[in-house]
C-alpha cells in the first residue's frame, strides 16, 4: 500500500517543550508513539541547511539558475537509465503490495515522461525570472520613492505521494523563483525520489549552486514528515500534494503556513446548445486520457433539453468508462449503454479512474446549484453554443479553474504556460489554481526618500 499521512497520523509536539528526555511526545489524548530527538534534530538540521542555501538562491541572477534549470533537464536525459531502474523497483514494490492502478500510473516514469520533465526545465528556463519584478510603485507627495516586488519565500516545503515527476516539477519552480526546498515523497516513490534528489544536486552543484537547494525527508519516514509540520520559523510554506487525508492532515497539524491544494471532483455541464461532436471529443479526453489525475472529470450534467447524452455516453462506454447515473439518465440510456444506479456518494467522489456519475439537470442554475454542492472548488466546465450561458457560468460558478468548451485537463501548470506547477490550489489565499513562478514568490516593499520624517 501507498504509505500515506492519515487523520490519525502522529503529529509531534516540540521536545523542548515535552519534557520527556530524549523525546517529542504527543499529546496523551492522541496516544500516537513518540519521536525521537534525532529526527526532529535531523530534520531541523536539513531546513536550517535549506535556509542558507535559500539566501545563496534569492540573490542568484537569471542566468545562473536558468543554467542550473538547463543542467538539470540535460542530466536527467543522462541519467534515464538510473531512473528508470529505480522506478521499476518501486513499481514492483507497490504491485507487490496491492498499490491502485490508479496511483501506480502516478508513481510510473518511463522515457517519455521523463523526456517530458527535462522538457518542462527547459521551458521554465525561457520563462521571466519573477524575482524582482515590481508589482507596483509610485512617488508620494513628500518624495519617498516606492516599490512594491516579488521577492522568494525562502525554505518551500512539500508533502506529496507516490508522484515522482513532482520531485522534479517543483524543484525546478523552486530554483526559478529564488527558493530552497525541502521534499517528503513518501515510500511509494522512495526509490524512484532518492535517484532524482540525487541527480537534482549534482547538476545545482555542477553550476556553482548549493546542492543544499534541494534536500529530501524521506529518510525519516512519517516522523520526518510530521517534524517538518512543525518546523515553523524554519520553514516558510508547506505544500501538501495528494489525496484528501494526506491534505487535511496537514492543514490540520502543520504549525508552518500551509497554502492547500485540494483534490479533484471535477464537473462538465452540457447545455441544450452544445454540440454532439464536441461533447464527445471533450468528454473522452477529460476522463480517458490520464483518469489518475485530479483535472480529470468525474461528474457529467447533461441538460435534459440536450440530446447528445447517447452519443457521449456510448463513447465513454466503449473507451471502458463505467457510468454512474441517476434514474433519469438511466432510463434516457436504457437498451443502448449499460449503466450502475448512482448514489449520493457518487456525487461526492474522485473517482480518480475510469468512473464517471452522471446526472441530468433541468437548468443552467440547477447545474451550478449542483456543483455549489458538491464541487472541491478545483475545475468546472460549460460545453455551449451560448454566450450568455457560459458568461453566466462564469459569473456563477466559484472555482480555481472555469472552462468554456474546452476540456478540464487543461488546468495544468504547463498547459497554461506556467512551465509547470507546484499543485493546483483551491484555497482564496495568495494563490489559487495552478501555482507557477509567482505563486512561490512574496512581495517586500521598497522604500527610498532623501531624508524625510514623518510629521
Not at 535556509?51 to 534549470?69: E, I, M, V
Not at 553550476?207 to 517534524?227: F, H, I, K, M, S
Request: with cysteine; hydrophobic share 45%; glycine share 8%.
Amino acid at each position: 500500500m501507498t504509505e500515506a499521512l492519515t487523520p490519525n497520523s502522529p503529529v509531534i509536539s516540540d521536545a523542548r517543550e515535552s519534557g520527556a528526555p530524549g523525546f517529542a511526545t504527543e499529546s496523551s489524548v492522541a496516544g500516537n508513539p513518540p519521536v525521537s530527538d534525532d529526527v526532529q534534530d535531523a530534520v531541523f538540521a536539513i531546513a536550517d541547511r535549506a535556509r542558507l542555501a535559500s539566501r545563496s538562491l534569492a540573490s542568484a541572477n537569471r542566468a545562473l539558475k536558468d543554467r542550473a534549470l538547463n543542467a538539470i533537464a540535460e542530466a536527467l536525459g543522462n541519467n534515464r537509465d538510473r531512473i528508470l531502474a529505480a522506478n521499476a523497483e518501486d513499481l514492483a514494490a507497490g504491485r507487490a503490495n496491492g498499490t491502485s492502478t490508479a496511483l501506480l500510473d502516478r508513481l510510473t516514469l518511463d522515457t517519455k515522461r521523463i523526456e517530458g520533465l527535462s522538457a518542462a526545465l527547459e521551458n521554465l528556463a525561457g520563462l521571466p525570472d519573477p524575482v524582482g519584478n515590481v508589482v507596483r510603485g509610485q512617488t508620494l507627495p513628500n518624495g519617498l520613492r516606492l516599490r512594491q516586488v516579488n521577492v522568494p519565500l525562502g525554505v518551500v516545503a512539500a508533502i506529496y505521494e507516490a508522484r515522482p515527476n513532482v520531485t522534479v516539477d517543483i524543484a525546478g519552480l523552486a530554483l526559478k523563483s529564488g527558493n530552497a526546498v525541502i521534499l517528503r515523497g513518501g515510500s511509494a516513490a522512495a526509490k524512484t525520489n532518492e535517484a532524482l534528489v540525487d541527480i537534482l544536486r549534482e547538476a545545482l552543484e555542477s553550476v556553482g549552486l548549493p546542492a543544499d537547494a534541494v534536500q529530501t525527508v524521506d529518510q525519516y519516514g512519517r516522523e520526518g514528515a510530521n517534524v517538518l509540520m512543525r518546523a515553523r520559523g524554519r520553514v516558510d510554506v508547506l505544500i501538501p500534494r495528494g489525496g484528501r487525508d494526506l491534505i487535511q492532515t496537514v492543514v490540520n497539524n502543520s504549525s508552518v503556513p500551509v497554502i492547500e491544494t485540494g483534490e479533484g471532483n471535477v464537473h462538465i455541464f452540457i447545455d441544450e446548445s452544445a454540440d454532439e461532436h464536441m461533447a464527445v471529443e471533450i468528454l473522452l479526453n477529460a476522463k480517458t486520457q490520464r483518469p489518475s489525475v485530479c483535472n480529470t472529470v468525474e461528474t457529467l450534467l447533461v441538460h435534459s433539453g440536450s440530446t447528445v447524452l447517447p452519443a457521449v455516453a456510448s463513447a465513454l462506454a466503449a473507451a471502458g468508462v463505467t457510468l454512474h447515473t441517476d434514474g433519469r439518465v438511466a432510463a434516457a440510456l436504457e437498451g443502448k449503454v449499460d449503466t450502475v444506479p448512482a448514489t449520493e456518494l457518487d456525487w461526492a467522489t474522485e473517482y480518480m479512474d475510469l468512473d464517471l456519475a452522471i446526472a441530468m439537470v433541468d437548468s443552467l442554475d440547477e447545474a451550478v446549484q449542483h456543483i455549489r454542492t458538491w464541487s472541491t472548488g478545483h475545475t468546472e466546465a460549460i460545453l455551449t453554443n451560448s454566450l450568455t450561458n457560459a458568461e453566466r457560468f462564469i459569473a456563477d460558478v466559484d472555482s480555481a479553474a472555469v472552462i468554456v468548451n474546452a476540456s478540464t485537463r487543461f488546468t495544468d501548470g504547463g498547459e497554461l504556460g506556467l512551465g509547470a506547477e507546484v499543485g493546483i490550489s483551491t484555497q482564496k489565499l495568495h494563490a489559487r489554481g495552478p501555482m507557477g513562478l509567482s505563486e512561490l514568490t512574496t512581495t517586500k516593499w521598497v522604500v527610498q526618500g532623501e531624508g524625510q520624517v514623518r510629521v
